[in-house]
């Protein structure tokens, strides 16, 4: 009789969607009292940091490309709903956005309680819908313990969270979502965390989930436009005057990229509520509606009572925090999966005066259950104007903070000296003249990568090859938007082993990122064989902001060692780039230092976000004036550095496309040393903070003209 009471009471509770009958008792219990709480109404002030992250290093770095602070004053009232009035507004940019907060800033993003049949996240409720909300693509979910949510969840596990300091015991159940039979819905996969004494809902951590058919087909651009893409989110209740109230949300969309392995994108709302103020619900009167008011154009610049420091929260929060929330297809075990993934976007298509369009297919199988987080990789394609074949193939893996990869490959390699992080050459050819130089590049490379930490992506790195240099030219000499390109700089072929060593700290400081602080740099490598040099370099970085100044500046040291060093290992800069005012890659030698300096001022207007339509929101135009100093040094100490200069011929005149000369007819060579320091500075007014900007730069000594430039992407 006990077995068969023990049997009925397991039937009973996976009937009823319980994994045990003990988690049956308690989500009748929990449900009863989640229909007793959310009753009291309340007032606060809510501060929202909307961060856009580019997430890299397989999810390990995440980069803030922008970062909108909202100021709100609300209201909470069971009866009425939500009443939220945006009453300030700020912001940094580093990137140019193309849709930024968008749905949130449109349609509401607070979550007013963690109790009701119904959570709602990111929907306006009321008499008159908004195409902003079907835009959302979200609605109401329902509460995992919401009357009618038997049929729509799983609760699967259930365990107990012990008192820490302040924070009461807690008794945390895991649900998973049921797919309906018939419609969608939108569900919650993860934790509930509940108080243990009152079984209110103190926090939610998990998924949203659309399950079931939907209610319409898809239109072929929702088709065409679908990418991965999931919502975490993590709201947490505190108790203030004896209700439970989220004074902490946090909303995180992820997309991983379709054609980048280990990258994505990511945007990040978090929400903190001041200044709460409890009192008791009015009479209903009408449906409940979620009511969002802008004032009018100007006044929400003007807004300077901040509780929370604009980008604060960079520091305390990242990717990994909600990684276990990811959906199954996600996550590093499971059957191994294919997907038409590159190293980087060039591995498919790429524009450069040397092979001029490469196209080609790249494929990443992800191993899982064979090896957890492993991958192999591999790419080729065709270069139609320089008719050659380049592509390679490789294994790399990631386990606990290691990554180990290897492989062979043929690359078009670039040998520019002073890099931004996150350079990008793929498309050099398209609105510019192409300034990188190249040098054919092939042989096997492994290496060991030790990350030291999540967040900013501070590594220190190992690794070897031997490689086969060879020299390229361009076979593209001009085009039809900027005219001659430039002329690829010869390179010295040869083979040679090639040992690096590498550490960086924090590369998400810089000109590509809002992130504050410092970012350090430092590398050596070593050739021996063919082609032999040593060679060291060290940047550092930093950038802070002081009201609406941005200060941003960056310091590069160099040096190389080799009796007969090749020309692709030389220290060059000069140009809009590095040095503007001077020409490209003017300076040369085996010894160099280069120092940029940006003084940044936001200017107080264009400085709220732009609507297009109903649905379309644009971050600020955000523009700026800046000035900027730049100082360069370069020496010639070994003997074989002046012949290695003299091999890269002479200067490369863009304007014509011919070999410039001067007053006497004589050939200007393509790079000289500095001869001491030598300065410049130049002036840019640009938009979405100096990311998109024209400018006006001058050297700082006698014979040297005005030069007007162009710049993007921070370029600095």
């Not at 820490?164 to 018939?182: F, H, M, S, Y």
Request: proline content about 6%; charged content about 20%.
């Amino acid at each position: 009789m006990l077995t068969g009471a023990i049997v009925l009471a397991g039937w009973l509770a996976a009937d009823t969607g319980c994994a045990t009958p003990a988690i049956c008792d308690l989500v009748a219990r929990a449900r009863a009292a989640n229909g007793r709480a959310g009753g009291q109404a309340y007032e606060a002030v809510a501060e929202a940091e909307v961060t856009g992250l580019a997430v890299r290093s397989d999810f390990v770095m995440e980069g803030a490309t922008s970062i909108e602070q909202y100021a709100s004053r609300i209201r909470w009232d069971p009866a009425s709903g939500v009443e939220q009035v945006v009453v300030g507004y700020r912001s940094r940019t580093a990137q140019i956005p193309i849709l930024a907060t968008g749905q949130f800033t449109r349609i509401g993003w607070l979550v007013p309680t963690l109790a009701g049949e119904r959570l709602v996240m990111l929907r306006r409720e009321g008499a008159e819908p908004d195409d902003a909300a079907a835009l959302a693509g979200l609605v109401a979910t329902v509460h995992p313990l919401a009357r009618d949510a038997a049929p729509r969840y799983r609760y699967v596990a259930l365990d107990t969270l012990a008192a820490e300091g302040d924070r009461p015991a807690r008794l945390r159940l895991r649900v998973a979502p049921v797919p309906p039979a018939e419609g969608e819905a939108i569900l919650l996969d993860g934790d509930l965390e509940l108080d243990a004494a009152s079984l209110a809902v103190v926090r939610v951590r998990a998924r949203v989930v659309r399950t079931g058919r939907p209610v319409r087909p898809a239109r072929l651009v929702e088709r065409l436009a679908k990418i991965p893409t999931v919502m975490l989110v993590d709201l947490r209740a505190s108790r203030v005057d004896g209700t439970w109230i989220p004074l902490e949300q946090r909303f995180e969309v992820e997309t991983v990229s379709g054609l980048v392995a280990g990258e994505g994108v990511a945007l990040r709302v978090l929400t903190r509520l001041d200044g709460v103020r409890v009192g008791p619900a009015s009479v209903p009167t009408a449906t409940p509606a979620y009511t969002l008011t802008w004032p009018p154009r100007g006044t929400i610049a003007r807004h300077r009572d901040w509780h929370h420091a604009l980008g604060g929260d960079l520091a305390g929060s990242h990717v990994a925090d909600l990684a276990d929330l990811r959906p199954p297809a996600w996550q590093p075990t499971g059957a191994p999966r294919l997907r038409p993934q590159g190293r980087w976007t060039g591995d498919f298509v790429r524009l450069n005066r040397v092979e001029g369009l490469f196209l080609g297919p790249a494929a990443t199988l992800w191993l899982r259950d064979w090896l957890p987080g492993g991958r192999i990789e591999a790419s080729a394609g065709y270069a139609f104007t320089e008719q050659e074949v380049r592509g390679g193939a490789g294994l790399a893996w990631l386990r606990d903070g290691w990554r180990l990869d290897g492989g062979w490959r043929r690359a078009l390699d670039v040998t520019n000296d002073f890099r931004n992080q996150l350079d990008d050459p793929a498309f050099a050819m398209l609105l510019s003249r192409d300034n990188w130089d190249y040098v054919d590049r092939r042989g096997p490379a492994a290496g060991a990568q030790r990350y030291l930490g999540p967040g900013r992506g501070s590594f220190v790195r190992v690794d070897g090859a031997w490689l086969d240099d060879g020299n390229v030219v361009a076979s593209v000499e001009k085009t039809p938007i900027v005219g001659y390109l430039r002329n690829n700089r010869p390179a010295d072929p040869g083979q040679y082993w090639r040992a690096r060593a590498t550490l960086d700290l924090n590369p998400d400081v810089g000109g590509r990122f809002v992130a504050r602080g410092l970012g350090l740099r430092a590398e050596y490598e070593g050739a021996f064989g063919d082609l032999d040099w040593q060679r060291a370099e060290v940047r550092v970085v930093g950038r802070t902001d002081v009201g609406p100044l941005m200060l941003l500046a960056r310091a590069h040291a160099g040096v190389l060692l080799g009796e007969a060093p090749p020309t692709q290992s030389l220290f060059e800069f000069g140009g809009a780039a590095a040095l503007p005012g001077f020409e490209y890659k003017e300076f040369a030698g085996d010894r160099a230092a280069l120092l940029r300096a940006r003084v940044g001022w936001s200017l107080p207007f264009l400085d709220r976000p732009v609507t297009v339509g109903h649905v379309l929101v644009l971050p600020s135009l955000a523009p700026s004036v800046s000035l900027g100093y730049q100082s360069g040094w370069t020496a010639i100490v070994g003997a074989g550095t002046q012949a290695a200069i003299d091999r890269l011929g002479p200067r490369f005149d863009t304007e014509t496309g011919a070999f410039a000369v001067d007053s006497t007819g004589a050939l200007i060579p393509a790079s000289v040393a500095t001869d001491g320091l030598r300065h410049s500075v130049d002036l840019r007014i640009g938009f979405f903070n100096n990311n998109l900007a024209i400018g006006v730069a001058r050297a700082l000594e006698g014979g040297r003209g005005f030069q007007v430039f162009f710049a993007t992407g921070g370029q600095f």
